[in-house]
T-cell receptor, first 117, second 115 residues
C-alpha cells in the first residue's frame, strides 16, 4: 500500500525567506509524485509532478521539488516566499499512471504555510 | 473553458438523510474521480468512473455510491448520512485513455455539513 507523510502540519516563514515543505512516500513500485496547493475555500491546483524523467522538477509560481529515491523523499522548495504563497500544500503519490490518466492519488495530511511580512 | 464544476457549493443535511452531489468534468475529459476531505486532513479517494462504470474504489462503505452519465458528468450519492460524513467533497476530472503524464483537474468542492 502507498502512503505519504508530510512532516509539519504548519510552517511559518518570513516574506523573502526559503520555503521548504517535506514529503516522504512509501510505494512498492516506482512512484509518480505530485504537489498540489489549496487556497481557502478552493479546490486543488497542481504545482508540479514527477513522472520518472528529471529528478529535479520545476513547477508553477517558482516552486520546485527534487525526487530522491534513496531517501524516498520529494521535498518542495521555493527560494523566496511571497505573501500569496500562504495556502495549504499537499503531497500525493500515484503508482499506476500507465493504466489510466489521473489515476487514484494518495495524499499526505497537508502542510499549512503562513507567510509573515 | 469552464473547468471542473461542482454543485451545490454548500449543503446542510440531517443525520440519516441522503445527499447527491454533482460534477461536470473539464471539457474533453472522460474520467471523474471523487475525494473526501475532512477538516484538517488530506483528500481521500472514494471512487473513479470511466465509461459510465466504477473503475476503482477506495476504502469507503457501500453508503457511498456514484454514477457517470453519457456526457461524462457524475454524481456522488451518500445514504444514511452520519456526522462523520461532514467534509469537503472534491471532484477531479482527467482524460482516461492510458496516456502517461497527464493531470487531474479538481473542482472547488462541495462543503457538506451533517447535523
Amino acid at each position: 500500500a502507498q502512503s505519504v507523510t508530510q512532516l509539519g502540519s504548519h510552517v511559518s516563514v518570513s516574506e523573502g525567506a526559503l520555503v521548504l515543505l517535506r514529503c516522504n512516500y512509501s510505494s512498492s513500485v516506482p512512484p509518480y509524485l505530485f504537489w498540489y496547493v489549496q487556497y481557502p475555500n478552493q479546490g486543488l491546483q497542481l504545482l508540479l509532478k514527477y513522472t520518472s524523467a528529471a529528478t529535479l522538477v520545476k513547477g508553477i509560481n517558482g516552486f520546485e521539488a527534487e525526487f530522491k529515491k534513496s531517501e524516498t523523499s520529494f521535498h518542495l522548495t521555493k527560494p523566496s516566499a511571497h505573501m500569496s504563497d500562504a495556502a495549504e500544500y499537499f503531497c500525493a503519490v500515484s503508482d499506476d499512471m500507465i493504466k489510466a490518466a489521473g489515476n487514484k492519488l494518495t495524499f499526505g495530511g497537508g502542510t499549512r504555510v503562513l507567510v509573515k511580512p | 473553458d469552464a473547468g471542473v464544476t461542482q454543485s451545490p457549493t454548500h449543503l446542510i443535511k440531517t443525520r440519516g438523510q441522503q445527499v447527491t452531489l454533482r460534477c461536470s468534468p473539464k471539457s474533453g475529459h472522460d474520467t471523474v474521480s471523487w475525494y473526501q476531505q475532512a477538516l484538517g486532513q488530506g483528500p481521500q479517494f472514494i471512487f473513479q468512473y470511466y465509461e459510465e462504470e466504477e473503475r476503482q474504489r477506495g476504502n469507503f462503505p457501500d453508503r457511498f455510491s456514484g454514477h457517470q452519465f453519457p456526457n461524462y458528468s457524475s454524481e456522488l450519492n451518500v445514504n444514511a448520512l452520519l456526522l462523520g460524513d461532514s467534509a469537503l467533497y472534491l471532484c477531479a476530472s482527467s482524460w482516461g485513455t492510458g496516456t502517461m503524464n497527464t493531470e487531474a483537474f479538481f473542482g472547488q468542492g462541495t462543503r457538506l455539513t451533517v447535523v
